[in-house]
């Protein structure tokens, strides 16, 4: 028993500390942190798609691996939307029960989620991965943040881990590989019904009925270990031939046609949403350096607001509602010359990893000047503040003391206009179609 519960202790601690981690990261605290987040399962696996690389190739084997082992410890430990489930659930202090296994909707939702990306879109993962909508939630407090943290509430109330079994695809996915693993939680002839285990499993995968364990909804929150009296659980290597496999006819005909059916769908999504999608993009066109265009940025962005949470200067802004990608609000302030965050926290390559120099040198938007509004024209008076900002001297004086814009030169930061004393600021910040790289 000791050692049963010593498990589910080290998990429990291992999960809280994650958890610190990602809290701290979306809300700007921790840097090291944010690079930590890198190795989440579904960032991992979009950004190896959008550009390979050893690192996010490791993360994700990484995770397989563990998981085709062990089963999906990745879900209690490492995924942050699942621990807040479970500390929902906690808080809650219901008992958990049996839940249905809803085969044909995750695998529908899988399938179409999987089918967009294969695609080139990446509209389902920002709705449905766990790490994004966990950023949504924490990273800013808007009506794009409540609506999430309440659906995940009401659902972790109502059925603990509910989302994690039924609706999420990185869970659904890396369930069908624990389905196969190595190593599988099994009742034993000690059991006795007693239904301690089932009040504790928070994916509601415990049959006691047929004595029988659903390896591939299980989160592996190890609960079940522990607070069997008898020892009645354990994680074994079956024998070959001793795994139950529900191999009816119509199980296989109903997760497989869902799975392709939803998987076409999601092919037709992206087809005809990307065919659309330029307009709705257009919404978004100031964007951080490195994101190229408003429809490359959208493609690839899971909307995880970890750039927002980052941003020393608080541009960076989650769309309205939380319902798309991030822009730039140059009313807040300015784009830090001197700053290249937000191009090494983006954990999809949604925004490029930029180095310094070449943030500094990538044009952004353009400015334009408003002669009626500043003051030299106004009142008279010297001012070339504007001027004196300009960190890639892209703003010159006139002999009449009003500033001159080279667009060549300008890379679009708005530290001009954030230092524009104009009561209506004299320096407008536009969006531009495309993002460029000026020659140093």
């Given amino acids: 028993m000791k050692k049963r519960v010593s498990w589910r202790v080290v ?16 809300t700007g605290l921790a840097g090291m942190g944010a690079m930590l987040l890198h190795v989440q399962f579904g960032p991992a696996l979009l950004k ?5 690389s050893a690192g996010t190739l490791a993360a994700v084997l990484g995770i397989v691996l563990v998981t085709y082992l062990f089963g999906r410890f990745y879900c209690a430990v490492f995924c942050p939307l699942g621990i807040l489930q479970d500390v929902i659930g906690f808080l809650s202090r219901r008992k958990a029960v049996e839940t249905r296994n809803f085969a044909w909707l995750r ?4 399938g179409v989620v999987f089918g967009m990306l294969a695609f080139g879109w990446t509209a389902g993962f ?6 994004s909508g966990f950023g949504r939630i924490v990273a800013s407090f808007s009506l794009g943040s409540l609506v999430p943290l309440a659906v995940i509430t009401i659902l972790a109330v109502w059925k603990k881990r509910i989302y994690c079994t039924a609706f999420c695809p990185v869970g659904t996915l890396l369930g069908l590989i624990a389905k196969h693993g190595v190593f599988q939680l099994r009742i034993t002839g000690k059991c006795v019904r007693c239904g301690k285990c089932v009040a504790q499993c928070p994916s509601g995968c415990i049959d006691l009925d047929t004595g029988t364990i659903d390896n591939e909804r299980c989160v592996r929150c190890m609960n079940c270990l522990s607070r069997c009296p008898l020892h009645g659980i354990h994680l074994v290597r079956p024998e070959r031939g001793s795994v139950p496999v529900d ?11 869902a799975l392709i059916a939803g998987f076409a769908a999601g092919a037709v999504l992206a087809k005809v949403g990307m065919r659309k999608f330029a307009e709705f993009a257009g919404r978004f066109r100031i964007l951080p350096p490195g994101a190229g ?6 493609s690839k962005c899971t909307g995880c607001q970890l750039c927002t ?18 822009s730039l609000d140059f009313s807040r302030g300015s784009c830090r010359f001197d700053c290249n965050r937000c191009s090494q926290v983006c954990p999809t390559g949604a925004i490029r990893p930029l180095t310094l120099n070449e943030k500094q040198r990538t044009r952004i938007a353009e400015v334009h000047f408003i002669p009626q509004n500043c003051i030299v024209f106004q009142d008279g008076e010297q001012c070339g503040k504007c001027a004196g900002v300009c960190p890639v001297k892209a703003i010159t004086l006139r002999r009449t003391g009003a500033p001159r814009v080279t667009p060549s030169l300008c890379i679009g ?3 001009c206009r954030e230092v524009c004393p104009a009561p209506e600021k004299a320096l407008e910040i536009r969006e531009i179609a495309e993002q460029t790289l000026l020659r140093s």
């Fill in 107 to 110: 695998y529908a939702v899988a």
């Fill in 293 to 298: 265009s408003a429809v490359r940025f959208a």
């Fill in 413 to 415: 930061c708005g530290a």
């Fill in 48 to 52: 190896l798609i959008a550009a390979f």
């Fill in 309 to 326: 949470a980052n941003c020393p200067t608080g541009i960076i802004r989650p769309a309205e509602y939380g319902a798309g990608p991030v």
């Fill in 126 to 131: 920002f709705l449905l991965d766990p790490y």
């Fill in 11 to 26: 998990r429990i601690i291992a999960a809280a500390v994650f958890l610190a981690v990602a809290v701290a990261s979306f």
């Fill in 247 to 257: 191999a009816s006819r119509r199980a296989f005909l109903v997760g497989g046609g």
